[in-house]
């Protein structure tokens, strides 16, 4: 097995012993989205409105819910120093780590978002305008977050100081996705927003993974 495989499998399990870990996320994605229509009123055009910015920002919270352990279990004991000295690629061992996060906690908010989308009354094509931008945009939160863990992942308690570095850089990413849901609504056409979206996704494939290294070296020194 190679030593990226590896680290893939090594996060997995250690995730799949602390089932609550990932499961919190899950559980409060679908405790806001499922009592949002309570707080708003039963009202089916302002839940049709409102409902992919709800999904959204739900989704938003929830990954910085599961974001801050990203790396700091693993920088505590010494499992990062451990990848350096062995010679494998940190920034391929970030790529991994990162995608397996995304799997185990974001995935399963996709996964359960057609059930929730009956509860804010939107149509078909806006949940598939909005899936679109859940495949798309989910992992951009992952890879950007990462960043962040990475620079703070010295620190004890750096949970509000992680919320309040993410979530001014999630704004225009939440806007083009809404809009994307928006143009729908009216049947229009929204693979311009989308393209956006996705060239977002390939510069945060392409850049993130150095610069999760690059802090992650700082932060040892």
Known sequence: MSPLMSIFKRDWQLAMRNKSEFIQPLVFFVLVITLFPI????GLATLQKIGPGVIWVAAILSALLGMEKLFRDDFNDGFLEQIQLSGVSLSLAMFIKVFCHWLLFILPLIVVSPMLALF???TPAMYWALLATLLLGTPILSFVGGI???LTVGLQRGGVLLSLILI???IPLLIFATSVVDSAVFGLNYWPQLAIIAAMLCGAIAITPFAMSYAIRVSHH
Not at 39 to 42: A, E, L, S, T, Y
């Open 120 to 122: 804010l009354n939107l």
């Open 39 to 42: 707080g708003v009123g039963p």
């Open 168 to 170: 001014p850089v999630f």
């Open 148 to 150: 962040a863990v990475a």
